[in-house]
């Protein structure tokens, strides 16, 4: 674990090291939309001792060199690969399964847990909106990416929205409308512990929604500080494949 972080930004932490975001979020420290602050500005706004989290990232092993390595050294084409097929894929496959399991849960306990209703609300929005979210990613922006990608020193392709930095801006702005929801819910949920009169499906609908917001932040991570800042610097043209 590089012992230089003075000058380092969380994103640019977790995209160098990926084990670094288990250390991030024991500590309760956002590292995907909040990923651009310093190790510093982050301890300062969670309250949290900033030697105890410096020590706990320089405790980890060294890295092998089995995984993914270091992300930002990915090209988009990868990147995008990746968020597609891994993340995108999951949101897809995953949400419709808690959807049911939230629904079961308010007809069996939510008379006894009246929170389960604002829970499935809340994630039943967050859930339609992440599908057009990511519709738009795969529609429009990410094949722009690519262009960008692909077209070396010349000139960026022509697109619909201006500036990549629009439609980026818009994306990173529905990824704060996400987390924010699915804090409400973590809220609800008491941290996704389930309570003493909880059934096996509670407890696998709570486990479920506790992975899909572990999911969510590796996602927008990736998206909000490798790929987005990467997409920019491709349509300035300082970026050299």
Known sequence: MNDSFEKTTIGDIVASDFRTAGVFEAFGIDFCCGGRQSIAEACESAAIDRGMLERA????????????????????????????????????????????????LVEVHGQRHSELARIAASFDQMSRDL??????????LFPYIRELATAGRRAPAESPFGSVENPIRMMEREHRDAGDELRVIRELADD??????????????????????????????????????????????????
């Open 192 to 241: 996704y512990v389930p309570p003493a009169d909880a059934c096996a499906t509670y407890r696998v609908c709570f486990a479920q929604l506790a992975a899909f917001e572990q999911d969510l932040h590796r996602h927008v991570h990736l998206e909000n500080n490798v790929l987005f800042p990467r997409a920019i610097e491709l349509e300035r043209g300082s970026w050299r494949t």
């Open 131 to 140: 599908h057009q979210h990511m519709m738009k990613e795969e529609r429009v």
């Open 57 to 104: 990232l320089r405790a980890l092993p060294p890295a092998t060199e089995h995984g993914d390595g270091d992300m930002t050294q990915w090209s988009p084409e990868r990147l995008i690969d990746h968020i597609v097929t891994t993340h995108h894929a999951y949101v897809r496959s995953a949400s419709p399964e808690i959807g049911r399991y939230l629904a079961k």
